[in-house]
């Protein structure tokens, strides 16, 4: 079981990038896959969940500029950046996580520890 996220570089304020998570040794069906990322000097903390049943969740700071989807007969989950800012400068990783529905995350929070299959993040800066 092991997920690998792809797709980090580096952009200028205000652009775009997608990154992927592919999935490797089991399918993505009955999972929820998270996005989290890593500042330098920060704690991990988790960005955005898409459940199963493709219900979605994001924090706050990024609602309305990123944009995750899966497609699961690609094995593959994909978070749409746009708009993006210096602050979203981090490492980006993506885990497996609860199978249950965008509410629960959007009650509870992402919670590192509740996910798993946590595979090599990409790095994105955001610099001018």
């Known amino acids: 079981v092991q997920l690998q996220a792809s797709g980090g570089g580096l952009v200028q304020p205000g652009g775009s990038l997608r990154l992927s998570c592919a999935a490797s040794?089991?399918?993505?069906?009955?999972?929820?896959i998270g996005w989290f990322r890593q500042a330098p000097e920060k704690e991990r903390e988790g960005v955005s969940v898409?459940?199963?049943?493709?219900?979605?969740y994001y924090i706050d700071s990024v609602k309305g500029r990123f944009t995750i989807s899966r497609d699961d007969a690609k094995k593959t989950v994909y978070l749409q950046m746009s708009s993006l800012e210096p602050e979203d400068t981090a490492v980006y990783y993506c885990?497996?996580?609860?199978?249950?529905?965008?509410?629960?995350?959007?009650?509870?929070?992402?919670?590192?520890?509740?996910?798993?299959?946590w595979g090599q993040g990409t790095l994105v800066t955001v610099s001018s």
């Open positions: 898409i459940a199963s049943d493709r219900s979605t």
């Open positions: 040794g089991f399918n993505l069906d009955y999972h929820a």
């Open positions: 885990a497996t996580g609860p199978n249950l529905k965008a509410n629960y995350y959007r009650a509870a929070g992402i919670k590192v520890s509740e996910f798993a299959s």
